[in-house]
């Protein structure tokens, strides 16, 4: 199993930037790629942005491009997201993900189910 730790929630403001950071330990060589996903309130858990560990080719929800850049470091075996011009939409909390199969036959790149382990995850709050 993969341990996945994230952190650098918090609040800002709108139009504001964050950084989120998630850390995995455990069996990281099965680790075949990884994607950060959110959920309000009340809403379902979605896909945010996903990474191809071993080519690095990612993958974004519409809604997320231009203003989210998902990236890895390898040797660290840390993930981030760089969070750009954020509004009160994208208040949620966000959690970290990895999957051990590079794709899942029939399933979307950022659905829940193609993901193997999951952390805690981190609040990210965005005022008016």
């Known amino acids: 199993r993969v341990q996945l730790v994230e952190s650098g929630g918090g609040s800002v403001q709108a139009g504001g930037s964050l950084r989120l950071t998630c850390t995995a330990s455990?069996?990281?060589?099965?680790?075949?790629?990884m994607a950060w996903f959110r959920q309000a309130p009340g809403k379902k858990r979605e896909g945010v942005a996903r990474i191809r560990k071993t080519t690095g080719v990612t993958t974004y929800a519409d809604s997320m491009k231009g203003r989210f850049t998902i990236s890895q470091d390898n040797v660290k075996n840390t993930l981030t997201l760089e969070m750009n011009s954020l509004t009160p939409e994208d208040a949620a909390t966000y959690y970290c993900a990895s999957s051990s199969r590079p794709v899942v036959s029939g399933m979307s790149l950022l659905a829940t189910a193609a993901y193997d382990d999951w952390g805690q995850g981190t609040q990210v709050t965005v005022s008016t």
């Open positions: 455990g069996d990281t060589s099965a680790i075949a790629a």
